[in-house]
């Protein structure tokens, strides 16, 4: 999928499996994939990491911290206004997906997602396509 190649994607998401599944779709798509794993350091290494095209943001993290605090945390730097950031979640969808519509986000993508079509939605994300995925 041409559309994708040499796009910048960082991934916020604690569950190491999950991670390697979306990095190594993602990957297979010629692009290149920052991540961070808490939603603690996530704007200091979103800022190394700069620039980037989309964020994929899990939605519960251990420690207290939700994936709508990590969303604030990085609409709070105008510098990542523009970038979309869609919730990829195995939140009861029927309830995140009004919230992250609600908060501002440009998604929201079920866990588990289905491998062939993870890259076509990010794709569509990246389109400026809606994509509200319920699994």
Known sequence: MKDLKGKRIFLIEDNVG???????????????????????????????????????????????ITGYEVFDQIRANPEFDDVPIVAVSASEPSVAIPKTK?????????????FDRFPLQ???????????DAG
């Open 18 to 64: 999950n991670r390697a599944i979306m990095q190594t779709l993602l990957e297979q798509q010629d692009v290149t994939i920052g991540f961070e794993r808490w939603g603690v350091d996530t704007v200091k290494k979103l800022q190394e990491f700069a620039p980037v095209d989309i964020i994929l943001l899990d939605l519960m993290f251990p420690r207290g």
């Open 102 to 114: 609600a908060k501002g986000f440009a998604g929201f993508i079920a866990k588990p997602f289905d």
């Open 122 to 132: 990010i794709l569509a994300v990246l389109k400026h396509e809606p994509v509200w």
